[in-house]
């Protein structure tokens, strides 16, 4: 996958950091992890989406929202009119963090250091591909963007806010929206993300 180049860190000469995504160590979410996902998309993309961490397939095949909650997310940006290879998809921590369920591997919510550490390679991104908006695609996401481990979601759904040189778009994560058992209430919250990528999209012209 793509890497983004970095320093090495002269701060912790006991603890070099790695130049490779793949290789980082700032965390230990790695030694359970096939592999690091990076973003990916169009270079200097207006819109940025992130999620919060990769999922089953994004770990086994080494790219963003490519299992279900990636079709889902396909389905509600082409219901916005929202051309995915034209937006940078990643996500706000890189590995996958999981506990075994059987022969499944279930995902786990990353710990809020876990976040804080993998932050340093949103940054790097948000520095190369300099989006106008990002979308935050739930509240771990939310929390990486604002770089605020106390933000909620349901405060930052109604309108965009301004961060930095972005403006930040709130909305559910398309696996929260998988998993609302109630089919009108499912409805609803993908109407949500739907409406949020529009938004996004319109923020851009
Ligand atoms: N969920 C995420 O947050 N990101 C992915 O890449 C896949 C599922």
């Given at each position: 996958?793509?890497?983004?180049?970095?320093?090495?860190?002269?701060?912790?000469?006991?603890?070099?950091?790695?130049?490779?995504?793949?290789?980082?160590?700032?965390?230990?979410?790695?030694?359970?992890?096939?592999?690091?996902?990076p973003g990916e998309g169009?270079?200097?993309?207006?819109?940025?989406?992130?999620?919060?961490?990769?999922?089953?397939?994004?770990?086994?095949?080494?790219?963003?929202?490519?299992?279900?909650?990636?079709?889902?997310?396909?389905?509600?940006?082409?219901?916005?009119?929202?051309?995915?290879?034209?937006?940078y998809v990643t996500n706000?921590?890189?590995?996958?963090?999981?506990?075994?369920?059987?022969?499944?591997?279930?995902?786990?919510?990353?710990?809020?250091?876990?976040?804080?550490?993998?932050?340093?390679?949103?940054?790097?991104?948000?520095?190369?591909?300099q989006p106008d908006v990002?979308?935050?695609?739930?509240?771990?996401?939310?929390?990486?963007?604002?770089?605020?481990?106390?933000?909620?979601?349901?405060?930052?759904?109604?309108?965009?806010?301004?961060?930095?040189?972005?403006?930040?778009?709130?909305?559910?994560?398309?696996?929260?929206?998988?998993?609302?058992?109630?089919?009108?209430?499912?409805?609803?919250?993908?109407?949500?993300?739907?409406?949020?990528?529009?938004?996004?999209?319109?923020?851009?012209?």
């Open positions: 996958g793509a890497t983004i180049p970095i320093a090495a860190d002269e701060a912790q000469p006991q603890r070099q950091q790695p130049h490779k995504l793949d290789e980082c160590r700032r965390c230990d979410l790695w030694q359970h992890a096939t592999q690091a996902v169009a270079k200097h993309a207006r819109i940025m989406l992130v999620g919060e961490q990769p999922g089953d397939q994004e770990d086994l095949q080494g790219h963003p929202f490519v299992g279900p909650a990636g079709t889902l997310l396909d389905k509600a940006l082409e219901q916005a009119g929202v051309d995915r290879a034209k937006v706000a921590v890189k590995h996958f963090k999981w506990e075994p369920r059987g022969k499944r591997r279930l995902h786990k919510t990353p710990a809020q250091k876990e976040v804080a550490a993998c932050h340093y390679w949103l940054e790097a991104e948000l520095a190369k591909v990002v979308v935050a695609l739930g509240s771990t996401a939310l929390k990486s963007v604002l770089e605020d481990g106390r933000a909620r979601l349901k405060d930052f759904m109604e309108a965009p806010v301004r961060h930095g040189n972005v403006l930040v778009v709130a909305t559910y994560h398309p696996a929260f929206i998988l998993r609302v058992p109630e089919q009108e209430a499912r409805e609803q919250a993908m109407e949500a993300l739907v409406h949020a990528l529009r938004t996004a999209h319109e923020l851009t012209l």
